[in-house]
């Protein structure tokens, strides 16, 4: 019984949250203020870790094993058929 009452207050406070952020609105500008942020927040060590002038540094293969590439056994081939190749169908009247 006391699971059932857990659960049905953990639903009903998740419905009643649901409802009051449906009714929340912010105006436009903070949206926008949040926007950019975020665009910063996420770009934030390309801007900080590098400069504009400085060239990026290649990647560092830290097994010093050479980088494989896959094999292609045999090439790939695409046969195009004509409509003269296709069996049409009859026409029963």
């Not at 949206?31 to 975020?38: E, P, V």
Request: proline fraction near 11%; include cysteine.
């Amino acid at each position: 019984m006391k699971i059932w009452m857990a659960c049905f207050l953990v639903l009903f406070a998740i419905a009643e949250l649901f409802d009051w952020i449906k009714q929340f609105h912010l105006p436009l500008p903070i949206y926008i203020l949040g926007g950019a942020f975020l665009a910063i927040a996420s770009n934030y060590d390309k801007l900080v870790g590098s400069s504009s002038y400085a060239s990026p540094t290649p990647a560092v293969n830290p097994t010093n094993q050479p980088e494989l590439t896959p094999a292609v056994s045999k090439p790939v081939s695409f046969t195009i058929r004509t409509v003269k190749d296709v069996p049409q169908p009859e026409i029963v009247e």
